[in-house]
């Protein structure tokens, strides 16, 4: 399961905090909630501080989503080494 709620909106920036995984279904619903906020003119951030697991899926998206200019903070060293062997496939 994965919850992603609104954790700020400085005018600037827009903060997204996960909890859980970035598996399966959700890696889906993760995307069309970050869609229209990437193409916005404030920045998006997903703070990773409690995501627990993120399955190839799931590390995919957020390193393409990385690419596109959003804002990846908090991830644990998991996570981080899960999304940084991603980038190097």
């Known amino acids: 399961m994965l919850?992603?709620?609104a954790a700020g909106n400085t005018g600037?920036?827009?903060?997204?905090?996960l909890e859980g995984r970035v598996i399966g279904p959700w890696?889906?619903?993760l995307e069309?909630?970050?869609a229209p906020l990437v193409c916005g003119p404030v920045r998006l951030r997903?703070?990773?501080a409690d995501?627990?697991?993120?399955?190839?899926?799931?590390?995919s998206l957020?390193?393409?989503?990385?690419a596109q200019g959003v804002l990846l903070v908090n991830g644990t060293p998991f996570?981080?080494?899960?999304?940084?062997?991603r980038k190097t496939d």
């Open 3 to 5: 919850k992603i709620s």
């Open 12 to 17: 600037k920036s827009h903060t997204l905090k």
């Open 27 to 29: 890696v889906t619903e």
């Open 32 to 34: 069309s909630v970050c």
């Open 46 to 48: 997903l703070d990773l």
């Open 51 to 59: 995501v627990t697991y993120a399955d190839a899926e799931g590390a």
């Open 62 to 66: 957020l390193t393409a989503l990385e």
């Open 79 to 85: 996570v981080n080494e899960q999304l940084k062997a």
